[in-house]
């Protein structure tokens, strides 16, 4: 079962344009939420996370957005830059046990 | 390098034979987590460990593949029988629960083939 899914397998901006890179759920329970940046050959790397009880976590040019009635969480960079070009995975856990991954967006900035 | 060590990096195998995975995680985390990545996916869990213990086990974890951490350190996942399935990416990460979201860190993973 797919609790957690990234609908768009890639995406490609412009540098220091806007990447918006979309994720939604279905577990209700589901009370952190963070983003995971994955460049080839090597593991996931944590970027940001949001608790249920935020809408909005910003850490310089990243910012995650989270509509808990929609069950939809977004990652927003700004200005992207070619060094961002990697797969980004969603990822959300109950009471920090069993966290969920997406299946992954592939971002590709161009310069 | 204080990361989170896998070794190997790849394992090619024949259908039928035994692997051993081993993980190093992060010295100061109690959690050792080990996933299992296929191409176009995302990491999907098979078992983690609060120190020695093993608490969660996935239904995709068979009777095939075991875990162990011995003295709540390393760990190892082995994969008895392998199957051409069985192919896939093996991460392990480890983490510390400190108050927050806990953060996993994550190793480079074994990549795993079998013919």
């Known amino acids: 079962d797919q609790q957690v899914k990234q609908n768009s397998p890639s995406l490609s901006v412009q540098e220091g344009r806007i990447s918006i890179l979309n994720c939604d759920y279905t577990?209700?329970?589901?009370?952190?939420f963070l983003w995971y940046k994955k460049y080839p050959a090597e593991g996931p790397t944590f970027l940001i996370s949001?608790?249920?009880?935020?809408d909005k976590n910003e850490d310089g040019r990243f910012t995650v957005f989270l509509n808990k009635s929609a069950k939809h969480l977004s990652l927003h960079i700004v200005p992207s830059q070619p060094g961002d070009s990697a797969v980004y995975f969603c990822?959300?856990?109950?009471?920090?046990?069993?966290?969920?991954f997406g299946a992954g967006t592939r971002l590709t900035v161009k310069p | 390098d204080t990361g989170v060590s896998q070794n190997p990096r790849h394992k090619i195998t024949k259908r039928g034979q035994n692997v051993t995975f081993r993980c190093d995680p992060i010295?100061?985390?109690?959690?050792l987590y080990w996933y299992r990545q296929t191409l176009g996916q995302g990491p999907e869990f098979l078992t983690y460990?609060?120190?020695?213990?093993?608490?969660?086990k996935s239904r995709l974890l068979s009777d095939r593949f075991s875990a162990e951490r011995p003295k709540g350190s390393f760990s190892t996942l082995e994969i008895q029988r392998t199957e051409q399935g069985d192919s896939a990416m093996y991460l392990c990460?480890?983490?510390?629960?400190?108050?927050?979201?806990?953060?996993?860190?994550f190793g480079s993973g074994t990549q795993l083939s079998v013919l």
């Open positions: 990460a480890s983490s510390l629960i400190s108050g927050g979201a806990e953060k996993l860190f």
């Open positions: 577990n209700s329970m589901f009370d952190y």
């Open positions: 949001i608790s249920s009880i935020k």
């Open positions: 990822a959300a856990s109950e009471s920090n046990n069993d966290m969920r």
């Open positions: 010295s100061e985390h109690n959690r």
């Open positions: 460990f609060q120190n020695e213990a093993q608490l969660e």
